[in-house]
């Protein structure tokens, strides 16, 4: 069974960074392209970023392009997402997912999708607030 555990998150001023971690088990973590979304308060899912198995391909929407940056490290089974210039609109609450293979688009396959946290291989995310 796929367990996502983010931690990381918390309470940041405008320009400020932090850095998110997500540690997967129950499956071949290297063998699964992964990526971030988010959730902003009475919003829908946003796709953030991807990152391909190895490590050495990544992409990033458009809202975070330059200031965020995707990495992991196989031999831990953890995906990073080191935001940098954070935004009061970055503000969510963060989750990683396994990305399936053929996705092109990030962005049209998370839209719409309704997160129950700890459930349907989500986890609980972790919440990232950007405020003075």
């Known amino acids: 069974e796929l367990l996502l555990e983010e931690s990381g998150g918390g309470l940041v001023q405008p320009g400020g960074s932090l850095r998110v971690s997500c540690v997967a088990s129950?499956?071949?973590?290297?063998?699964?392209?992964m990526g971030w979304v988010r959730q902003a308060p009475g919003k829908g899912l946003e796709w953030v970023s991807r990152i391909s198995q190895t490590g050495y391909t990544a992409s990033y929407s458009e809202s975070v392009k330059g200031r965020f940056t995707i990495s992991r490290d196989n031999a831990k089974n953890t995906v990073y997402l080191q935001m940098n210039d954070l935004k009061p609109e970055d503000t969510a609450r963060y989750y990683c997912?396994?990305?399936?293979?053929?996705?092109?688009?990030?962005?049209?396959?998370?839209?719409?999708?309704?997160?129950?946290?700890?459930?349907?291989?989500w986890g609980q995310g972790t919440q990232v607030t950007v405020s003075s």
């Open positions: 997912a396994t990305i399936p293979d053929g996705v092109r688009d990030c962005a049209s396959y998370f839209d719409g999708i309704e997160i129950t946290p700890g459930k349907n291989n």
């Open positions: 129950g499956i071949t973590f290297a063998n699964f392209e």
